[in-house]
């Protein structure tokens, strides 16, 4: 579901930029006599490609921050107005501070997703911006984040507003039934053969086993 | 501001349809393996040409009407995911039923717009459909359309949401205030001079002079 | 070759939709100012991929099926307009059913294809609409389809045009010679040397090996 | 209907280079590991104009010719497969002598089409190459051109297959008849009107009135 | 000849900013994993559009002043990666200090180009950025120009390297002289009329007639 | 660094073509009006990849060379105007004859370039011409090719211009550094780990151990 997660991310972060929805009143990708809004995406996976995908395509000036060239190269070649980076903090802090909207997308199956943008970032950017962050699932990678629901979606720290809601793709449940289920058909099936642990994937999926913690990251974490 | 508010109207929208906004819950754009969604924008002028540029961006599929051949060939320019049609009322109908997204953007200098998107037709779409009208200013061309502001944006009619603000670039003060000023300091200039009614973007912009409606639009509805 | 089939596939149903061909009477991709044609592709690998390129390039509006995600995506990344779906029948038998031109391209190394378009589908296409099964040397995807040569390369079923040649490259000997020469002169090299079958496309190539059938696939087809 | 004809004048010619039909056995377009076809389109008008964007978009190498620097600009935009030239005799040649595909877009309102490609340049291509005269309607541009039809809509000069039925668009009547309406559609409301002579496309129409000849290239023509 | 010298301006710039030519030390359009160069145009006429197109299309961060709109959207639709906006004193200051490549390219036909970039500007700007100016033929719109040649292209002003040879398209003789031919041919036919004044570009362009300076533009300068 | 030595032949041999750097006078790219250059790459790993990225994003007609069908692949999608083909001799031959500029980025690691561009070949090009070989450092994959510096980076053999400076990327030290670093990273981290031999990228890196010459490449040149 992280495709789905990161295109969500960007249009809920072009729409809360209206100053009716509390933004600072910027349109994201701008107009022939406007400047185009920047947006900054820490971490190129899926999720945080496929919010470059939509702010690369608006028109924004869009960062992708990454440590994998394969990423940042797949990013760049997006479009023109994609910049690919090594998430250097000092950079990110930069970067951060320059940016109209912040999107967080940083996934280790299974861990605490890191730090990657401090508070003190945050409070660099200019009042009415606003960050998105996709982690909120592991614990988000800015240290603002906590999570929040499609109820009351967002919160403001620092004059900037925070949208974290937990759970992304419940909002377009007619494409995410649709994708999830191409993506899980092969492995339904799968399932239903007596070897199924040969598959790869699925094996790899177990948690936990016969009353043990097995996965390990999850180990990790319970450690 | 024509610009502006075609922009807005296709970002209003996207988000209008998300199941959190009271949408049918889909994904502008669609996903690798999902459906893309439809968006059918009455007008293609400045106003719909805006909104056609990021709905083709955001990869909908994306159908304009216009009585304009040049008009249409310029939008059918913006992408292969771009159709241009002649609004005859049958296809009108069968285009508005099949649409997530409908945009109203008949603009007709000081004149009301007609009602080219009837009551009968938004009444043939998919519950959670969203439809924007743009020339809400002029009363709009859909015959459902009736003015909100950006406390109360929506409203429902028939189970389809509707966004009708009349400043529509309201939201975006930052945005816009660059570009109307871009747009306006050569005509500033131009009134700032003894001669200023040679200059003809301005003689043509009079609506009233010494007591009487000179504009011939205006005339025609005080008539 | 399956390149070429493919390429081949779409520019012989571009044509056969012209009347002079015994077509409905439709140009592929439109105009400005009508309504762009339909290309339903099933299979999204090599030829299927190289059938969606082209019938992208020419504004199609196109739709390819495949069970892989990762082929999906790469349809998907041809343009907006294309757009890649998971082969439940239900929705192959919707699309089928609107579309103006359907290709069938599921190639199964060495076995036989299986029937995904079935006659009832293609009996719910419009008159004057046309297949083309790339799968016909094994088979065929289309329950409609039969060989044919480039001497008599179609025939009619419920008023659908069928194009289904088994040697579809041999329309174009110079490009495909220069495009074969090019794939194989690699194995040609590695085949003239004592440990050939050290190559693993080599070996893997092998159907029949003194005088016993070992190509799994083929073992399956004549068990 | 020029558009249409350019549209089918690349599609007819991307077929007849298919030794099927009689070509040289040509993939338009070419292949990854393979050599792209050559263009040479004799006009950018709408016809040629409308040519040369099937032809780039199928990723042919493409060649214009024009005597306006706007068309040349225009024709180069659509992409960085198209050349403009102006047509001096000699260079004409030698593009003509290298072109898989001519294709005769001069179009003067009401006049003959002046002969740019004459017959010696003609013997200059490679056998099995394919010329399609748009200009037919008015003489042809190529001093090989003679009108054919659909039921017999070729002929071979010096191994070159020579195509040019006079009404090309009569092979999509459908895709025609929309487009058509569309165009029509505002000036017969004109002529429904008392005025209609104020319609200068109109007034500028008329061939024959109260018995002369009055539309100045006809005057020429017959004087 | 302004195409060709908004060319010229960008390819000079670019292998400017090598530190092997001074320059320093920056690969516009940058790399999968490094920042892109920022060009800054003042000017989005014949030859800052041209300039402009390459800029873009090599990857860089571009910024184009010009007070008219439809220029400014003409620049927009280059490609994401361009801005266009209004050249207000204050903004054009702000972008020069951050550019990498400054490009002057105001042409007001037979009158001297205005300082719109300031020798204070110029020296906000990074050491071993560059400027070129290709309005050095009227003047030079930056404080610091002065005419250079082939033989000795360059000076440095603050550390900034200058670029202002008086006849840049002089590089590209082949070039220049097709396309100066093919633009120049229809007046030269014209001239060859015994009624050539009746052609208003050729009779627009007469600079003095019968001993009297005739020009406007002229009369001004010389006033 | 592949990847920045292949944009700088681009950017240098752009340059060199002007006739004030001794070239033959030529706008690669072309104009609306004039040809477009001729530019072909040897090789289309990562350097010889982004020279191709270059020289088609500014408008050249480019034939890449390779023996991967995937790399030929990989190097077509990159516009229309690239064609890629297998390198036999007689049509490198024939290519490098026609070109403008011609990119040598022949690369096998650790190992001598072989002579695929001959100078027979090289001396039937058109005098002014340029030829960059990236491949230098490795001996050149032209037999005309020896090393330079930039502080005399070329020379001239029948007329041909040579770049072959043995450090390209050494122009454009921020860019390089940026990159470099971004891409050392990850191995600078593993290498200060004490089991850093089990990173297999490290391991296969070792040239020399122990006093002993190890790496395969390596061994087989001082055989």
Redesign the interface.
Known sequence: MS??AG??AT??G??L?????GG?????????????GRVVIIGGGTAGGNAAI?A??????VVVFD?N?ER??A???L???V????PYPDIVAREVSRADLVIGAVLKTGARAPHVVTRQMISQMQAGSVVVDISVDQGGCMETTRPTT?DN?TYEVAGIIHFA?TNMP???????S??L???L??YVLALAQPDWKTCKPLARGINVEAGKVIHPALKEMFA
């Open positions: 495709d789905i295109r969500i249009q809920a072009t729409c930029l209206h100053q009716s929805h600072k009143g910027l349109l994201l990708g701008g107009l022939p006599a406007a400047e185009r939509l690369a395509a608006a028109g924004a000036e440590v060239r940042l190269a990013m760049r070649a479009g023109n107005n910049t690919g980076l090594y499609y979606p809601v419940g909002a377009v449940p007619r494409t995410a649709q994708a289920s191409a993506a058909l092969p």
